[in-house]
T-cell receptor, first 116, second 115 residues
Framework: GDSVTQMEGPVTLSEEAFLTINCTYTATGYPSLFWYVQYPGEGLQLLLKATKADDKGSNKGFEATYRKETTSFHLEKGSVQVSDSAVYFCALSAISGDTGRRALTFGSGTRLQVQP | DTGVSQDPRHKITKRGQNVTFRCDPISEHNRLYWYRQTLGQGPEFLTYFQNEAQLEKSRLLSDRFSAERPKGSFSTLEIQRTEQGDSAMYLC?????????????FGPGTRLTVL
């Protein structure tokens, strides 16, 4: 079945440091890929997405490129801020069978802590 | 705000009791999903509706769990005879059918604690 593996946390960085959170996936067919973010006490929010190979998703200074050859979708940001402290989830979505289901398969999440 | 809403936000119950959660999706969204998230893990798929039809259920959804979506609007998730292992965050998400419909919008979740 489909699966997503992301680096374990917590990741602790100083403000303005460069961020990389690794994500690799296993899926049949051609899934869409996502990064969701969960701020303390809040629900999941879509951060960025990519629907096909070589697409780059970007939002709020974060970027991730859909790499089919390495089955990866690593999240990067050039300069993190304290306000970026949250849990980040990599996820994939693929059509399932005849139902049209596009349920998300999530990684286990990576907690980012940014210190001033 | 017309996002996905869930009620209640928190529920504490004793083992063996029944609980019911409600999800109100974004009004024009035909697809509705339930997920369960345990501490330190990512959400796991439970069940999926397209309009009022429940099209798929995960193996995680034991026979103590039942979900409905009457009239294709709000949805309810009921857990009968709760067990301590049911303690988790229950998330609801919705997405549109038109277009690719790949983006899911999540509610704030219902945190269930079974004592």
């Amino acid at each position: 079945g489909d699966s997503v593996t992301q680096m374990e946390g917590p990741v602790t960085l100083s403000e303005e440091a460069f961020l990389t959170i690794n994500c690799t996936y296993t899926a049949t067919g051609y899934p869409s890929l996502f990064w969701y973010v969960q701020y303390p006490g809040e629900g999941l929010q879509l951060l960025l997405k990519a629907t096909k190979a070589d697409d780059k998703g970007s939002n709020k200074g974060f970027e991730a490129t859909y790499r089919k050859e390495t089955t990866s979708f690593h999240l990067e940001k050039g300069s993190v801020q304290v306000s970026d402290s949250a849990v980040y989830f990599c996820a994939l979505s693929a059509i399932s069978g005849d139902t049209g289901r596009r349920a998300l398969t999530f990684g286990s999440g990576t907690r980012l802590q940014v210190q001033p | 705000d017309t996002g996905v809403s869930q009620d209640p936000r928190h529920k504490i119950t004793k083992r063996g009791q029944n609980v019911t959660f409600r999800c109100d999706p974004i009004s024009e969204h035909n697809r509705l999903y339930w997920y369960r998230q345990t501490l330190g893990q990512g959400p796991e798929f439970l069940t999926y509706f397209q309009n009022e039809a429940q099209l798929e259920k995960s193996r995680l959804l034991s026979d103590r769990f039942s979900a409905e979506r009457p009239k294709g609007s709000f949805s309810t998730l009921e857990i009968q005879r709760t067990e301590q292992g049911d303690s988790a965050m229950y998330l609801c998400a919705s997405s549109p059918t038109r277009g690719s419909g790949i983006e899911q919008f999540f509610g704030p979740g219902t945190r269930l604690t079974v004592l």
